[in-house]
């Protein structure tokens, strides 16, 4: 029987007629998951989705890590979570690159996010009230750790590939590092070993906007019946304006006015660029917490994969048996070309097996979440040669 049919250790988050729509897992019961902040987390619950099935081998998973903004829903959610397409809807299902007739997929809502698993938003069992700046600060790490955790509780042990587009990039690098022999292949894209000082301070512009925003209360706005949308819906358009191209910007808007022939000479929104930004803060409020954003872009912020092996990144791969293959997108200049290469360089230098494709692209960071032909031929080649290595065939 396949995992995402077994009872789970949190029946009250089973999909399988109880109340809650997601799928959960309580974890760190006994134990609780030691941070890299130090403080100890547990239990905590963990929501995740599944694609696909299960061969009877375990040889057949794929772990798919999201971005800031994601969540595990890569394919439409249930309509009691949302009315939305999944994230990676191209890339993910029959005859696609994560083909889900030969696979079996899990894609987990990273710890401290805000679509089922333990974040600030959530009751801290001490106080009986929401976390809010009292959940301890998380790292990338502590992501990859907990997903192990529920890998485990599911029964897998090892990973035929796990992939990720810029945070789940982090996640993919991470994962061969910390757990070298548990991952046959990985797959980081449009990604980076480390966050720049650039990323840093676009986050920092996003958060600061947050706790700007008087409705904030120092974090605590759910106790005073407030959400800081308005602060939220500011960091959202910061962000996405890094996420697209000049190219693409010029391309999509250009001058255009918003139903208008004309200025009005005031600060509405006069261009289509601005109504399409404001648009991007204001949905991004209705499916995303506050603090949740805060706790991930600082867990962004601390990734340094080398520091982790004493400022090495070669040291990072130097037990890795693991295959890779490095996406970067021409017009990325969030996490540009350069920034993969050094991976690809450093994978190098212990002789791992590493291949490396930057797609031509317009459409920015972005663009591995959009239909981009070259990306997804050469993705579903790299898993299909894997694959065939592996004997993993056709369900």
């Known amino acids: 029987m396949e995992p995402s049919q077994k ?20 974890l760190a019961a006994e134990r609780p998951l030691r941070l890299d902040c130090g403080d100890d987390l547990g239990p905590f619950t963990t929501a995740y989705e599944t694609y696909g099935r299960l061969n009877e081998a375990k040889s057949n998973v794929i772990l798919v890590c999201h971005a800031l903004s994601g969540d595990q829903y890569l394919r ?12 990676w809807e191209p890339v993910v299902g029959p005859g696609k690159p994560l083909d889900t007739e030969r696979y079996f997929i899990v894609c987990v809502n990273v710890l401290g996010g805000c679509m089922g698993s333990t974040g600030p938003k959530d009751t801290n069992p001490s106080t009986g009230k929401p976390y809010g700046l009292s959940y301890p600060l ?11 955790l529920l890998l485990e509780s599911l029964g897998i042990e090892e990973l035929f590939c796990v992939i990720g587009g810029s945070m789940g990039g982090m996640q993919a690098l991470e994962w061969p590092a910390l757990y070298p022999g548990r991952v046959a292949t990985a797959v980081p894209v449009a990604s980076s ?19 700007a ?34 190219l693409a910007l010029q391309r999509k808007f250009g001058r255009a006015l918003q139903d208008r022939t004309d200025f009005t000479y005031g600060f509405d929104a006069d261009f289509q660029v601005e109504s399409y930004l404001r648009h991007q803060g204001v949905t991004f409020t209705d499916r995303f917490d506050a603090n949740s954003y805060l706790y991930i872009t600082r867990a962004m912020d601390y990734f340094d994969l080398a520091a982790e092996f004493g400022g090495s990144l070669v040291d990072a791969f130097k037990k890795t048996t693991t295959r890779f293959c490095v996406f970067s997108f021409t017009s990325d200049w969030l996490y540009p070309t ?19 494709a930057e797609i031509e692209t317009d459409k920015g960071h972005d663009a591995f979440l959009l239909d981009e032909p070259e ?7 790299f898993l299909a040669g894997a694959a065939r290595h592996h004997g993993i065939r056709a369900l």
């Open 7 to 26: 009872p789970q250790q949190a029946p009250q988050g089973a999909r399988n007629g109880t109340a809650s729509p997601l799928r959960t897992v309580t």
């Open 76 to 87: 439409a959610p249930p309509k009691e979570v949302a009315d939305r397409p999944g994230w």
């Open 138 to 148: 998380i790292t990338v790490r502590d992501m990859v750790r907990a997903q192990s």
């Open 193 to 211: 070993a480390r966050h720049s000082a650039q990323n840093i301070a676009f986050n920092e512009v996003g958060r600061q906007a947050i706790m």
């Open 213 to 246: 925003d008087p409705e904030w209360h120092n974090g605590d706005y759910l106790l005073h019946g407030t959400r800081p949308v308005r602060g939220l819906a500011v960091a959202r358009m910061a962000a996405h304006i890094t996420y697209l191209s000049e």
């Open 338 to 356: 350069p920034e993969s290469r050094e991976i690809v360089r450093a994978l190098n230098a212990v002789a791992a097996n590493v291949s490396f």
């Open 375 to 381: 990306f997804h031929k050469t993705l579903a080649g």
